[in-house]
Every structure is written in C-alpha cells, then in structure tokens.
C-alpha cells in the first residue's frame, strides 16, 4: 500500500504530540504538513519532525500531498473543519467526540457518506488488549449474563481562560465529553447499544465555569444497567467494572503512564472474581492510537473500514448530551 499523506489539525495541545507520534507509529501513513493557531509552537512541531508548516488551516489541508486530515481540535470545531476538509475531498480522522452537537455530527457523517469519503472517530481505548480481551471474555459468557457496569474516568483539572474546555458554551458536559465518553464507547462495544442515559452535573470546585464532575445513568438494551462519571477535580482515576450472575471483572488502569496509550496495556490490570476463587487475567499488549491511524490509512486506501466511524462516534456522543440538562442540549 501507498503511503497516505496526512495533515495534522491542532499539534500545540497534549493530545496533538501523542496522535503526531502515533501516525509516525502507523504503517501506510506519512505526516506532511501541521496548523494551529500559536504560529511558534507549530513551527517548532513541524521542525521537530520534518514536515511543513502552513501558515492557516486551509493551507495546510490543500497541501498537494496531503489526502488525508487528522483534526485534534476543540470540540466546536470538528464540524466547521471536517466539511471543509469534504468539500476539498480530503478524507478525516477527527478525534472524539465527533461534534459537540448530534446535528454537527450528522451533518458530518452525511456529507462523508454522499463523497465515498472516510470519516473515522479517534475512540481508541476500545483497541486496548484489555478492552479486546473483556470482550472476548464477554463472549464465552465468563460472567454469565452482565447486569450492570460502573466506569470513571476523572483527572485533576489545571484549566486557565486560555483553554476553550474552560467555558461552558463550548465544553459543555465538561469531563464527561471529554472523558466519560471513551467509556460510553466501550460499554457499548462490550454490552450493545444504550437505550437511554439520563444524568446529573455539579460544578463544586474548580475556577471554570464548566461543570467539574458528572454522573450518567445507562439503561442498555440488553437490560443491563450501567453509569459513568467523571472529576477535573480527582486525583488521575481509570477504571470499568462489570457485574454479572456468574463473576465480576475488574478493569483498572494506572494512570500514572497516561498520556502514553501505547503503553497503557502494560500499566492494566484484569482481575475476574466469583464466588470461589480471583483470577487474574492476562491479554495481549496493543497500540490503540496507531492500530487506528494505520487503519484509517487503509480505509482511505479502500482496503478497510474504520471500526469506529460516524455511527459509533454519534452514539457515543448521545449518552453523554442526552445526560445534560435540557437546557443545555443546544442545537446547532
């Protein structure tokens, strides 16, 4: 295969470095040129590797060998950027949420779909060995039948005006879009589609203005009951736990590793309990953000479709907005 040429959007915050990284990791893909908006920090990021520097989005998306565009970006961005990127025929990998509206990401995944073009959604965590061999486990029926499901993700925010995850009209749901969303990903990939989500935010201790920690209800179609929460006010927390009517598993990540997901598997722990005996469960060592970027490469090559693309991206994102308060939905 081809060598797919990529533009990285958004290589100044922590998440652009790790995808820039990855793709170097990925086969089939070759970074070519960056953009974001502090002129000195990109430059520095395309000196670093090689690549050019454009001076606006647009310049960066047109470059010649670039059909590809991986969008790091914030999250009332994604729309606005990925149609211009369909509108130049530039396949997207956009990195979750998909949008911050289901509307943005509608409008996304339709105008994808009517240019033959791809359009995948960075849920990587779902990749982890851990997470392949739940479901594995899951499919033997080692559990039995799972009954409920809990998962957090919190970090310890240090977030400043500077930072668009500051204001509420643009981070709307605050850690939970941010975070809790990968486990609505995984859930869902591991126990089938939810049904409904329903939820409650509170903004208790840090300066800005969003919501700092959430609780999401989950009832899946299956039957099976779950929740999700997250803190920007807690110490570094990752862990999903699923109970079930023959054993219990335990899924618990040291995030002390983090933001290094390729080396997430080796810091995990599986632990299944019944009522007689804990076992502890061993599973393969994977790199989530490169297996995906270097399938994104082969999707654009025809050669593969994304695991994660606009459907799963959209319902992803449903549990987490259909959480908020009404008054918060906001269309667009």
């Not at 240090?158 to 605050?174: I, K, N, Q």
């Not at 598993?249 to 995030?255: F, I, K, R, S, V």
Request: glycine share 8%; aromatic share 6%; net charge negative.
């Amino acid at each position: 295969m081809s060598e797919v040429g990529v533009a990285l959007v958004g290589p100044s915050g922590m998440w652009g470095p790790q995808i820039a990284a990855a793709a170097d990791r990925a086969p089939g893909l070759r970074l070519v040129s960056c953009f974001g908006r502090d002129e000195e920090r990109r430059r520095a990021f395309a000196e670093e590797r090689g690549i050019q520097a454009a001076d606006s989005f647009e310049a960066a998306i047109e470059h010649p060998e670039v059909e590809g565009v991986l969008l790091v970006t914030p999250n009332d961005l994604h729309a606005e950027q990925a149609l211009a990127c369909a509108e130049r025929a530039k396949h997207v990998f956009v990195e979750k949420p998909i949008a911050d509206t289901l509307e943005a990401g509608e409008r996304m995944r339709d105008a994808f779909a009517s240019a033959g073009l791809v359009l995948a959604v960075g849920h990587g965590m779902r990749r982890l060995g851990a997470a392949r061999k739940v479901r594995e486990l899951l499919n033997e029926r080692a559990l039995g039948t799972v009954v409920l499901a809990e998962a957090n993700w919190s970090v310890t925010s240090r977030l400043s005006p500077a930072a668009w995850r500051w204001y509420r009209d643009r981070a709307r749901g605050g850690p939970l879009l941010q975070l809790g969303v990968h486990h609505a990903d995984t859930l869902a990939y591991w126990l089938g589609p939810v049904r409904r989500s329903y939820g409650t935010f509170a903004h208790l201790a840090i300066e800005a203005e969003i919501d700092d920690v959430g609780v999401v209800g989950l009832e899946f179609e299956s039957g099976a009951l779950g929740v999700v929460t997250s803190s920007y006010v807690s110490p570094r927390t990752y862990f999903l736990r699923l109970y079930g009517t023959r054993a219990t598993l335990e899924y618990e990540l040291d995030m002390s590793i983090w933001p290094r997901a390729e080396v997430a598997d080796e810091a995990t722990t599986l632990t299944l309990r019944s009522a007689d005996e804990e076992v502890p469960v061993d599973f393969p060592r994977r790199d989530p953000l490169a297996e995906e970027l270097e399938e994104f490469g082969r999707a654009v090559r025809g050669e593969a479709v994304p695991e994660t693309g606009a459907d799963e991206g959209l319902a992803a994102l449903k549990v987490i907005l259909d959480a908020l308060p009404e008054k918060e939905r906001r269309h667009g």
